[in-house]
């Protein structure tokens, strides 16, 4: 199990051995679809690579089974997150896909799909990419299925179960992002209508699956094949498709359809361009009806596999400008997400700035940081007072601790109390003033922290300017999550007579035990600005967090029936320059 999903999720795996020593149970995903392709020369492009549109089938054809395995009923695509294409596959390399449900909604599940290549003769192996695709269940008469929960069972599944809540609340926001990141810019290059391409596909029985609904993977490899042209139309050569923003399926297409495809290149960035693809289909003399759109990323390599110079381009009159300035934005998300969520958590730099563009992809990171540190099941007991416990956890040269007790106070009114970090003042003494900067929506704050001089840093008082992310439970059996990490804002700056400090991840989960009982659990990944508050307790010197966390139980249980105006922080706003 641990090899399995080192390699399934190698960004979030652990190492085998540590697995091995903490003798996890062995099992397997029921959902788990397997599939080994050798490529051959009928599946590569004109540079001997697998084409991306064949591998889009394979990989669309294995999550659908895995989905059809969990639902018990056909199940057709909804739409697929945005996929980085690592490397590629040559001809006579294996090909191994596999994909599991994560997650199953009310009429929707989350299958992770993750691609790896084999090479035969020297025994490597390597990633390719990994993608998100969101399935949903039809019935022959029509509608949608009901779906029974999916219980996840290891460590790894809990995690994946856990941030696939994450990811849908992204795609739901996708479209508002968009909006605010629209610009007004236009340079004189080469026009658009040049690189416009339309092609008409019919759906015949091979394309379409035994509810005569065309494959997903199929129209996404019809799409690759036009984008592809609109691209080469640009740069005169052969370009390398080396990402995609999400494929969203807005209806479905039949035997017998025939399926306009349009691609046109949206704009030309320095070293790649974005080409949109729309794919349309009707039957007789219908109307046109709009199946799937897709932004596609190339790029074009010189002999030695840099990226070569393109030409700008002269956006379409009507149209055209709207397709450009949302490439610009769509640009723009993909480096924050790029940047913030694909790496590991330890690698994403604290010094983050926070903007209205990448609130998402901070708050993502924040609370999957916060959520995988929780999953960990090699906390170590450091010491116990009156049934509260600190444990720590040292990793990868970091040490994390966990405060964990349980309170006499529902789970959701703890959550509510605690979520409000100005209120923290009257039980933390580690929290000097707590002032919110600014009420970003109903679950993500900003606020402003000064904590108590230390004579590590001088004598100097701190502070510390955290975003505050909190999560109610998507399911029975979830946790509530309040999650705090460091972010910079320009709006405040460090200033004179306070060293800044930063926090790693930090937070609360909370559980349910009864419905007047929560088991509350304080996590934090030591910084050095925040490990000399707690190094006298984990050393035994001390017993500090067991007043800290008693005066907490305290306060929750004198503000259980106290509920502030909407149980939330009051509102503020930030400097114009900020938003």
């Not at 006579?92 to 929707?108: D, L, M, P, Y």
């Not at 304080?522 to 007043?547: C, H, K, M, R, W």
């Amino acid at each position: 199990l641990a090899l399995l999903f080192s390699r399934l999720y190698p960004k979030m795996s652990r190492p085998q051995d540590e697995m091995a020593e903490e003798g996890e149970e062995v099992f397997r995903n029921l959902t788990e679809v397997k599939k080994s392709q050798i490529v051959m020369p009928c599946h590569a492009n004109h540079r001997q690579e697998l084409s991306v549109g064949q591998l889009l089938k394979w990989m669309d054809s294995t999550a659908c089974l895995s989905a059809e395995r969990h639902a018990g009923c056909p199940c057709v695509t909804a739409s697929v997150d945005d996929i980085h294409f690592e490397h590629t596959i040559g001809v006579g390399q294996v090909v191994n896909i596999k994909a599991k449900v994560n997650r199953a909604f009310n009429t929707s599940m989350e299958v992770g799909i993750v691609v790896n290549c084999e090479d035969l003769f020297s025994d490597s192996h390597w990633r390719v990419c990994q993608a998100f695709a969101t399935f949903v269940t039809q019935r022959t008469t029509g509608g949608k299925v009901q779906l029974r929960p999916l219980v996840p069972r290891t460590q790894e599944e809990q995690v994946e179960h856990s941030l696939a809540a994450e990811r849908r609340r992204m795609r739901l926001v996708h479209a508002d992002i968009m909006k605010d990141l629209l610009t007004n810019r236009a340079e004189k290059a080469v026009p658009a209508e040049r690189t416009q391409v339309e092609s008409v596909e019919l759906v015949l029985p091979p394309h379409a699956n035994h509810q005569v609904n065309t494959f997903g993977g199929q129209i996404m490899a019809w799409m690759e094949n036009v984008a592809t042209i609109a691209a080469s139309r640009l740069c005169n050569a052969h370009p390398t498709l080396r990402s995609i923003d999400m494929f969203h399926f807005r209806g479905p297409s039949q035997v017998g359809d025939r399926l306009v495809l349009k691609a046109i290149v949206n704009n030309a960035f320095k070293n790649s361009m974005e080409v949109g693809v729309c794919a349309e289909a009707y039957q007789g003399e219908e109307p046109l009806r709009h199946i799937n759109s897709a932004f596609m990323i190339f790029e074009v390599c010189d002999r030695d596999g840099k990226p070569c110079t393109l030409p700008k381009i002269q956006p379409e009159p009507l149209e055209g400008r709207r397709r450009y300035q949302e490439a610009i934005a769509r640009k723009k998300i993909r480096l924050d997400r790029k940047y913030i969520i694909s790496c590991k958590q330890t690698e994403v730099p604290l010094s983050v700035p926070w903007d209205l563009s990448n609130q998402v992809y901070l708050s993502y990171n924040n609370v999957s940081a916060l959520k995988m540190l929780a999953a960990r099941n090699n906390w170590v007991l450091n010491s116990e007072k009156n049934k509260v416990s600190l444990y720590t956890l040292e990793q990868k040269q970091v040490l994390s601790f966990k405060i964990e007790f349980e309170a006499d106070v529902p789970a959701e009114r703890a959550f509510m109390v605690l979520s409000d970090l100005s209120k923290r003042v009257e039980w933390d003494p580690n929290y000097e003033r707590c002032e919110l900067i600014h009420r970003v929506d109903d679950d993500d704050f900003l606020y402003r922290v000064v904590t108590p001089s230390i004579f590590n840093q001088g004598g100097m008082v701190q502070d510390f300017i955290l975003l505050a992310s909190r999560r109610p439970p998507c399911d029975s059996g979830d946790p509530y999550v309040i999650a705090l990490r460091s972010v910079t804002l320009p709006t405040h700056p460090p200033t004179e007579g306070y060293n800044r400090g930063e926090v790693l991840c930090a937070g609360f989960s909370i559980m349910e035990v009864s419905n007047t009982v929560s088991k509350i659990s304080y996590f934090n990944q030591a910084s050095p600005e925040v490990l000399p508050y707690i190094s006298t307790d984990i050393a035994g010197l001390s017993s500090s967090f067991y007043g800290t966390f008693c005066t907490c139980s305290t306060f929750l249980q004198d503000n259980r029936d106290n509920p502030t105006p909407k149980d939330q922080p009051p509102s503020s706003t930030l400097n114009s320059t900020l938003l």
